[in-house]
């Protein structure tokens, strides 16, 4: 991979709803020196972000990654995301994100048996160098999908939920899929609650149980982010 000095200082990061941006995520790559382009899936063309050099990051939506036929976008963006891991280019997926991988791994990606929404801790995989290690210690994360995957083939799995085995993978040093949201902050959590206040209501979730758990948890989340980031930087060949 790259060496320090010819690391690309530009996180590429596309988005598939306005307000789960890269949160925390963002001040990091900032203190780190590093500079934030956005696209919007479905909206912008997606070349050159999948063709970036350096890291690009591919967030959350609602939608799902069989969903083709009421949103076509997802086709071309599922092919360019083929070529950007036949590559090994750094590429981390959050939600679905980590979905989109899965997927283009050429696992199954389906609707799970039901809906895991709310802050929890994960089963860590002992590995050495764990990239997820500082979730040790019952740091709790953000889960919000009703979607699964199935392992991809050469994937390491990395971490686990009571509900879903398959919360997090890598696939070699390059490429880390994560189901669960880490990125998420306690000042802009609001949005969430906003944003997705019909899929809360329908799966008859507490919205104020949300918040009060985002109130307790988010604080060692974004910590923790940090430490996950910095350890995925310098695996895929970037050190400050």
């Known amino acids: 991979m790259n060496t320090t000095n010819a690391f690309p200082k530009t996180i590429y990061a596309i988005q598939h709803l306005a307000f789960e941006d890269l949160g925390s995520l963002e001040d990091v790559f900032y203190q780190l020196g590093f500079r934030v382009r956005y696209f919007e899936a479905g909206v912008d063309d997606l070349t050159a972000a999948f063709a970036h050099d350096g890291l690009t990051i591919i967030l959350g939506g609602p939608i799902g990654v069989y969903e083709t036929e009421d949103y076509p976008f997802l086709k071309d963006e599922i092919a360019l995301l083929k070529q950007r891991l036949a590559a090994d280019k750094p590429t981390l997926g959050i ?30 995989s002992l590995r050495p160098n764990q990239v997820l290690s500082a979730l040790l210690n019952n740091i709790h994360v953000l889960h919000w999908h009703g979607d699964t995957f199935d392992l991809p083939e050469n994937a390491v799995l ?71 980031i910095q350890k995925f930087l310098k695996k895929i060949g970037y050190s400050a």
């Open 95 to 124: 939600c679905l994100g980590a979905q989109l991988i899965a997927h283009a791994l050429g696992a199954k990606v389906y609707a799970g048996h039901q809906k895991e929404i709310g802050w929890g801790p994960l089963s860590l």
């Open 158 to 228: 990395l971490a686990s939920s009571e509900i879903y085995t398959n919360q997090a993978f890598e696939v070699g040093n390059n490429i880390l899929a994560l189901q669960f949201h880490i990125e998420t902050t306690e000042e802009n959590f609001e949005k969430w609650l906003i944003g997705h206040t019909c899929e809360l209501r329908n799966a008859k979730i507490s919205i104020p149980k949300l918040r009060e758990q985002n109130i307790e948890y988010a604080p060692a989340l974004e910590q923790a982010a940090f430490e996950i």
